[in-house]
Nanobody, 123 residues
């Protein structure tokens, strides 16, 4: 089992910045990839960014809508993944969720989700 807790959301004006944190606990050794997703009311959940959990330091992916503005990073010692969000726009307003993809010894895959943290960007 893996538990994920997001934090760092809040209210910010357009052009401002926030840093979200995703703290993982439990059987974290299974985690291969951590992703940030977001969902606005009445809309589909969308992938924002991902980072791999290998010892290489992590490969990253960004959705086109956030590329150049958001940065995903990790601190393995703290079992924490961050999402630095700069130049925020009102369309970034959503609940942001942390997702951990786990692969066990038998190559079965599991997904774990945090409770979400609200990000609101005013115009």
């Amino acid at each position: 089992q893996v538990q994920l807790v997001e934090s760092g959301g809040g209210l910010v004006q357009a052009g401002g910045s926030l840093r979200l944190s995703c703290a993982a606990s439990g059987d974290t050794i299974c985690i291969s990839t951590v992703g940030w997703y977001r969902q606005a009311p009445g809309k589909e959940r969308e992938l924002v960014a991902t980072i791999t959990s290998g010892i290489s330091g992590g490969s990253t992916y960004y959705a086109d809508s956030v590329k150049g503005r958001f940065t995903i990073s990790r601190d393995n010692a703290k079992n924490t993944v961050y999402l630095q969000m700069n130049s925020l726009k009102p369309e970034d307003t959503a609940v942001y969720y942390c997702n951990a993809n786990c692969i066990d010894f038998h190559l079965n895959e599991y997904d774990y989700w945090g409770q979400g943290t609200q990000v609101t960007v005013s115009s």
